[in-house]
């Protein structure tokens, strides 16, 4: 039978893929690194039958419509192309996480449909092809097919634009708490922002200096430097969300309540809890910290008003296949 079941986790990126080098393979401008989110799991099914006429997506239940099919057909198109299949598919999908939550659920969402289908299809592939072929559904796909901590090469080709694992999930037990402030849809998708990020004259500076930045942070990761490792993350975020400012015209994805949160990071830290931000493409706030202080991060948070809920990550496993 042509059927198979995939789980992927969503991600967070500590150095952030923003600019692509090209729009249609997604092959970015930079390299990027991230670890996956144990508490936001797309689970997804995949059946190729010679009974459809079309492709049909079922995303936690319910049927999608026209524009959202479109992109998960496409990407259909390019794995059914690889095994010179013409069967439509079946999928059905459901995120272990409420959907607008904040937390991407591109990268898990793509990952597990890449994973499942390739199956189904009865495609042998390594790591890294499954890593590059999920980065034509949505780029930060890429990442969540190895395991942990994971690093995407930027590559110059279809081929060698992929992401490997630098350490697997056991190896660090960092929390990301994802403090929502606001669970309304976003107003730019991120391929829009991508492909304004040139436009901001602060982003050949952010490019030339993401190498050195690069170096210094795997470098505390290696030595599971927390501090060194907080400190960079955050300013990274600051660096991209500057791009995203400075536009033309200009991107704004900060709510009051996004600031707040921020604010009340930094003053964890006076306070002796070495705790860090990064946002992506949304208001929501991730704070990063390690396992000792996380219920105190939790605890911060909670007496927040600003803040509606809060999910808490660690590291967790890439795409894996389900019995
Ligand atoms: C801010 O992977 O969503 O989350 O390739 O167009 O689907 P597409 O973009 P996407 O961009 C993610 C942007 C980010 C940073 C990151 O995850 O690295």
């Known amino acids: 039978m042509k059927k198979a079941t995939a789980i992927a986790p969503a991600n967070i990126a500590f150095i952030k893929y923003w600019g692509k080098a090209d729009p249609i393979l997604n092959i ?27 492709d049909a997506v079922v995303l936690n239940n319910k049927e999608l419509s026209h524009k959202e099919l479109k992109k998960v057909s496409k990407h259909l198109d390019l794995l059914r192309q690889r095994a010179n299949s013409q069967l439509f598919a079946l999928v059905q999908t459901t995120n272990s996480f409420p959907t607008g939550a904040g937390i991407a659920s591109s990268a898990s969402g793509f990952a597990a449909l890449t994973l499942a289908a390739c199956t189904a299809l009865e495609l042998k592939l390594s790591e890294k092809e499954l890593s590059a072929l999920a980065r034509r559904g ?3 796909a890429s990442r969540s097919i190895p395991n942990g901590f994971t690093y ?3 590559g110059s080709s279809d081929e060698n634009s992929y992401a490997t694992s630098l350490f697997d999930e056991n ?9 929502v402030v606001s669970s309304k849809k976003k107003n730019f998708v991120s391929s829009y922002g991508h492909e304004l990020a040139p436009t901001s004259p602060l982003f050949p500076g952010r490019i030339e200096s993401l190498p050195q930045t690069i170096s ?7 030595n599971k430097n927390f501090k060194a490792f907080g400190a960079l993350l955050e300013q990274e975020a600051l660096s991209m969300h500057a791009v995203m400012m400075t ?5 704004l994805y900060w709510l009051p309540e996004t600031l707040e949160v921020m604010h009340a990071v930094q003053e964890m830290r006076t306070q002796g809890v070495a705790a860090y931000f990064t946002i992506d493409a949304g208001p929501n706030v991730h704070v990063i910290c390690e396992e000792k202080n996380a219920v105190a991060v939790m605890n911060s948070l909670q007496k927040l008003d600003c803040v509606e809920n809060y999910i ?3 590291p967790a496993q890439g795409a894996f296949l389900v019995k």
């Open 28 to 54: 970015p401008l930079n390299d990027s690194l991230s670890m996956n989110l144990s508490s936001a799991l797309t689970k997804t099914t995949v059946e190729f039958s010679a009974e459809l006429k079309q």
């Open 138 to 140: 949505s780029g930060s």
């Open 152 to 154: 995407w090469h930027k």
């Open 171 to 179: 190896y660090w037990r960092i929390h990301d708490i994802v403090a």
């Open 216 to 222: 210094e942070i795997t470098t505390a990761l290696k």
């Open 247 to 251: 536009s033309q015209p200009s991107i």
């Open 312 to 314: 808490d990550n660690i």
